[in-house]
């Protein structure tokens, strides 16, 4: 199975919780923490991970496509 | 424009009502503890009969009580809700007059104004900056240990440990001086102390406020690799920010970077030292560690009355409806043992999932600097028991004294220890 994952930087409070989740997938602007996604659509292998990055995220900012 | 009157009207009505009977009417929340491990009884029980429970505070104000995991995720992150202390319907602790709130306070601000203010700090706390910290926190660590092994058996945990791991910290992020550490420490105690006066906050808040504004300008005489200096150079030279904030920022960064995780690190020792199977599964696996750093988060949520905020609009969560101009309190230790999320949610157990606790709080306002705060919370409590496998407390649990006030952080004011 393949998830899309799409992020919206205008929410991001930048907590961090999806880059410590899966760092391979999400990681942060240097200039002030906001989300960048480095993967869009994920390997299977990290499926789990991916959704539980986008459980955690505090303020909705990660959406998946199934 | 008739929506917003018929909200003052309201709010207005509503203040006096509460004006009325805040004079004779005896708070029902928060409860006291009767496990020195556990929530007070009665959340469980609110969760399970009212999960949105009408509660008085001990300002005499009303208040709606969340204690479902999915409730207080829900209403921290509705924008519907504010944080606005401002608010005359934010629920207040206190009976006393709220000192004003001053400009750069981020956390009492709401939608974009705070998220521009996240943005400015966000880059020094992010998950890859945090993991970047780990040597610089070992250091500390270890040499704090190599101290309490050079003092000997046994030592006061709380104050070799738990406080100087945060402190140096933190210090280290903002760049004070470690030298001038003794001088914002007792005053950021009495802050949060949950027991002090609001003369005693107010003074000792002026003193914290006095020593960072002196900072700040030297750091404008003298900029360091450090955030004060950073945000000196890039925010407030640019017009993003106002001078006047900076030290309020520090302040804001200093009190919530410091007691907290301290009393995490004496209350996850102390855990630990009492469940001598979830121990030794450490000891034997020190991949462990990250996963029990959040079960201890989890279980031992220090933040012990919730979230405050204020509904703007009505909004409906489960069966009830809050009115606009209504104070709600999202009670986190009680989501954080929410069976429906967490099962066997009183079982002390490192090597479940516990990763969707909020201890750190949840929405946009969540915990800034959480991910240095799990740095520090693991290494610290790994290398005690790697430096001293024979570890333990000196005194039964019921002799150690624990900060019972239910206004303030949970911890333990001291934890003797032997080797």
Partial sequence: MVIGVRVDAERCCGSGN?????????????????????????????LDLVREAADLCPSGAIELTE | ???????????????????????????????ERTCPFAPPAEYARW??????????????????????????????????FSADSAHPGFPRMYRQAVPQVLKGTFLRMDGADHLRYRRMLGKEFTAKGAKEMRPLVERTVDGLLDRMAEQGSPADLVTALAYPVPSTTICGVLGVPYEDRARFEDST???????????????????????????????????????????????????ELDRDEVPVLAWLLLAAGHDTTASM??????????????????????????????????HQTIMQIGMNRVALEDVRIGDRTVRAGEGVVAQLMAANRDPEVF???DRFDITR?????????????????????????????????ERFPK???????????????MFGLYGVTELMVEW
């Fill in chain 2, 47 to 80: 969760q399970a009969e009212q999960p949105v429970a009408e509660v008085v505070l001990p300002s005499g104000q009303d208040a709606w009580l969340l204690t479902r995991h999915q409730d207080v995720r829900a209403m921290l992150d509705d924008p519907r």
């Fill in chain 2, 343 to 345: 099962a066997d949610p």
């Fill in chain 2, 391 to 405: 570890l333990r407390t000196v005194r039964p649990v019921a002799e150690i004294p624990f900060r019972h006030h």
């Fill in chain 2, 265 to 298: 690190i004496g209350l996850g020792a102390l855990l630990l030292m009492e469940h001598a199977d979830q121990l030794a599964a450490l000891r034997s696996d020190p991949g462990l560690v990250a996963g029990a750093v959040e079960e201890l988060l989890r």
């Fill in chain 1, 18 to 46: 999806c880059a410590f989740t899966l760092p391979e997938v999400f990681d942060q602007d240097p200039s002030d923490g906001r989300v960048v996604l480095l993967q869009n659509r994920p390997h299977s292998g990290v």
């Fill in chain 2, 189 to 239: 105690r009495v802050m949060i102390s949950g027991r002090s006066t609001p003369e005693e906050v107010v003074r000792a808040k002026e003193e914290i406020l006095g020593y960072l504004t002196g900072l700040v300008a030297a750091k404008e005489r003298e900029p360091g690799d450090d955030l004060i200096s950073r945000l000196l150079e890039e925010q407030v030279a640019t017009g």
């Fill in chain 2, 353 to 385: 999932s516990a990763r969707g606790h909020v201890a750190f709080g949840y929405g946009p306002h969540q915990c800034l600097g959480q991910m240095l705060a799990r740095v520090e919370l693991q290494v610290t409590l790994a290398r005690l028991f």
């Fill in chain 2, 1 to 31: 424009m008739a929506d917003e009157t018929q909200a003052a009207a309201h709010q207005e009505a509503h203040r006096e009502a509460q004006a009325v009977q805040a004079a004779d009417r005896e708070p029902t929340f928060p409860r």
